[in-house]
């Protein structure tokens, strides 16, 4: 284990702030890996997910992405449903995936928006423990079944030094039909927000940020800002910046200035990351200059946005 | 394949009601295996779900009570969330144990309460396809996220003859805290009614039920009412029955009068199933006459509850 990494046990928005702020961007690699979309170079003759072969391609094209993050990014989040779609096969990939990412000194947060109650909730949280074999940093959630349905992964973010990402405004088009809907003079998602107000104070590290954080579409820039004014102290996880389309000043709308720039949460890219132009190609260094060329832009552009 | 099971493509709905139907009884066989609570007749020496052993132990656990329920169940609803704690190896397990309900002629909803966005919800939605190695009849699915999350799952229904039930009215104490909020008259699981109601209608089957359903607690008895003025036509996946204490009439209070009884969804029982008294044991005939035990108290319960 690199000796820059802090133990197991710390808390996760400790953690994971030591990283951004030593960075100098916030930046998230998001492992979507769209089957379609891999390049030739990682192909196999049937990508598709029910054929055996296909989650063992995965894994090398992921792992050949993350060995070009290496020192470039605190965190990734691998999209559960890309895996869990090939079966027994895509979870022992998974396992793989986020086992090469923890290697590499990177954070990861399981993109698996989970969501149910008592011992189900507990269950799911169990991939915040060490022994898990799915053992993440952090998970996202959704709130629709309210507060004791948060609980379980708030109690497993204490006990394991872990972080949850709750779902408050997303970044699809259908996110207005009911994250917007006005009940009692505010907003759903202000009312989720105000939901997890005291559980986000409880979960603050000597960072002053919480490792109860929230889910905010990089869209959204006036709701970042109202989300802000309504959780102080949550980490965003910003999805939608890249192939989304919102440019890096909009996903960062919700940050505050810290000792080193703008802060306040983590902004997830995946698409143009993974499968940028140029890089569907067969040829290794090609691939490489490609990847590495995205990886370079998409952080650039954070490090102008969040610039004190 | 049995002669009484209608070929793979056919509409949900319609295959659910046909079994429903000719069993004289709605009861949905929950599959929640509990790694504390499994009996010692079942057991390993180490019951963690990080213990290679263990995945396999719940296989043999959760096939000895499906075979006491063939020919009595038209539907089992396995919990994803208790396989996925023990990675790929508790879907390797989950694959063999749909496999087996598959070969007794059950219907398969997979309790995965998944919800996500664009090809992400499409990657969830494949589990619908008789190709994915989790094939199953039906998907629960989260709200959250709006219209256009739910759509890539009714896709799939459609495509593949599936079903899909959304979570509307839940039957845990948090419930209350957002889907009862009041907004613009309606409260919100009254709105995500409505907006799944199009949809519902364009889902239907000739047995005039729709593969477009709704999870509704069986404690909610007058918003159970509520919910079917709202969708005439959406099966109710009913949790709460048993373990969770709602008696049957409670469970069935949204069912309407069919033409052998009342009808209108599936009522499931886990705990109550599973862990029966007396089952707790490592005799293997005590053990099953706890388990049918359990099995026709709870049918006869739910045949009294809807007889004509």
Not at 16 to 29: D, E, K
């Amino acid at each position: 284990m690199p000796s820059s990494q802090p133990p197991r046990s710390a808390h996760f928005a400790d953690r994971l702030l030591a990283r951004v702020r030593s960075l100098g961007h916030p930046l998230c690699l998001g492992l979507d890996p769209h089957l379609p979309l891999i390049p030739p170079l990682f192909r196999h003759e049937n990508m598709e997910p029910h054929h055996p072969a296909t989650a063992e391609h995965v894994v090398r094209f992921l792992c050949a992405v993350l060995e070009r993050y290496e020192g470039h990014v605190a965190v990734v989040k691998p999209q559960v449903a890309f895996f869990e779609q090939m079966g027994a096969s895509g979870f022992a990939a998974l396992e793989k995936v986020i086992a090469r990412a923890r290697e590499l000194d990177m954070l990861i947060v399981l993109d698996a928006k989970r969501g149910d109650i008592d011992s189900t909730a507990q269950a799911y949280a169990h991939s915040l423990a060490p022994e898990s074999p799915l053992h993440s940093d952090a998970i996202t959630v959704h709130p629709y079944l309210g507060r004791d349905s948060i609980e379980p992964f708030t109690h497993a973010a204490e006990t394991y030094g872990g972080g949850v990402f709750v779902l408050v405004k997303t970044s699809n088009p259908g996110a207005a039909d009911l994250q917007d809907l006005t009940c009692g003079g505010r907003r759903l998602f202000e009312h989720v927000a105000r939901m997890l107000a005291p559980s986000c104070e409880r979960l603050r590290g000597s960072c002053g940020w919480s490792s109860l954080g929230v889910v905010v579409g990089a869209h959204h820039t006036e709701d970042a800002i109202r989300i802000r004014q309504l959780l102080p102290h949550a980490l965003f996880l910003v999805p939608g910046f890249g192939a989304q389309g919102a440019d890096a000043r909009a996903a960062v709308a919700g940050f505050v200035p810290g000792p080193s720039g703008r802060e306040g949460g983590i902004v997830n890219s995946s698409r143009a990351l993974l499968f940028p132009p140029g890089s569907h190609t067969d040829d290794l260094a090609t691939w490489e200059r490609a990847i590495d060329e995205a990886r370079d832009r998409a952080i650039e552009a954070l490090r102008a946005a969040t610039r004190g």
